[in-house]
């Protein structure tokens, strides 16, 4: 099974991704996250992303994509893919339906997280991460169950993402609306694409996201 998520920045990608690859026994490939290690191992890669993460825009559409290329492919990703964050693009979409294509595969579903724009940067401003095990928390929408603690992992160390502050997370949700909006119509044309109601509750989302893996 190949799943895309889709959403701006503060939709709930990463939250449901975190939640649904146990069920499903699926491989979840955040492209930020892999961008982020490659930053903080200060590669190549890294170096280059980093003033542009810190920007809020886009990294270059060839690194992402050869970035995809090989994990998509080992043996822990047999059981099915969930990826998160990418396709940014119409060419990363294109080069993900080439590369699928040359493997005698295909996306199965793309999920589309419907939210309210003007809600996200509040979203964004409140999130945070456990810095062990990288689950992820609000400041009001979803506290740890004691405070100070990681529900999953009894750590104590969070972390915020230098791009989450207010005005970087505006310049990221004017990059969705203008390079990663086009496609939706991409992945109708297709008949590929679902949509969720990614304003109703944690929960509520995993459950509906669910029921339309199931049917895949
Ligand atoms: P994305 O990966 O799409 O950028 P995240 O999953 O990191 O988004 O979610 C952004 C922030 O919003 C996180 O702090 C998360 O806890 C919170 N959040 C996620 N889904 C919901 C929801 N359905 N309702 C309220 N808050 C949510
Ligand atoms: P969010 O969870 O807010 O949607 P991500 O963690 O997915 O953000 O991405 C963080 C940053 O990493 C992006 O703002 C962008 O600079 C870069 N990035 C991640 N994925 C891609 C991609 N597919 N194409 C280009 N840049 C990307
Ligand atoms: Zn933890």
């Given at each position: 099974m190949?799943?895309?998520?889709?959403?701006?920045?503060?939709?709930?990608?990463?939250?449901?991704a975190q939640r649904l690859q146990e069920s499903f026994g699926l491989k979840h490939l955040s492209t930020g996250d892999m961008l982020r290690a490659e930053v903080a191992s200060s590669s190549p890669i890294?170096?280059?992303?980093?003033?542009?993460?810190?920007r809020g825009e886009l990294v270059p559409d060839q690194i992402l994509i050869?970035?995809?290329?090989?994990p998509t492919k080992q043996p822990d990703a047999a059981r099915g893919i969930l990826l998160d964050g990418f396709p940014r693009t119409v060419a990363q979409a294109e080069a993900l339906d080439?590369?699928?294509?040359?493997?005698?595969?295909?996306?199965?579903?793309?999920?589309?997280?419907?939210?309210?724009?003007?809600?996200?940067?509040?979203?964004?401003?409140?999130?945070?991460?456990?810095?062990?095990?990288?689950a992820g928390y609000h400041d009001t929408n979803r506290k740890p169950k004691t405070a100070g603690?990681?529900?999953?992992?009894?750590?104590?160390?969070?972390v915020r993402r230098p791009d989450?502050?207010?005005?970087?997370?505006?310049?990221?949700?004017?990059?969705?609306?203008?390079?990663?909006?086009?496609?939706?119509?991409y992945y109708k044309s297709r008949g590929v694409l679902s949509e969720v109601d990614g304003m109703a509750a944690i929960d509520e989302v995993t459950r509906r996201i669910g029921t339309l893996l199931k049917a895949a």
């Open positions: 190949k799943i895309v998520l889709l959403g701006p920045p503060g939709a709930g990608k990463g939250t449901q890294g170096t280059q992303a980093k003033a542009i993460m810190e050869d970035m995809i290329a090989e080439r590369m699928l294509a040359g493997r005698g595969q295909k996306l199965d579903r793309v999920i589309q997280l419907v939210v309210d724009n003007d809600a996200m940067v509040e979203r964004i401003a409140g999130r945070y991460a456990c810095a062990k095990c990288a603690v990681c529900d999953s992992c009894g750590g104590s160390q969070f989450d502050k207010p005005e970087t997370a505006r310049t990221r949700l004017e990059a969705y609306d203008r390079q990663t909006a086009p496609l939706l119509p």
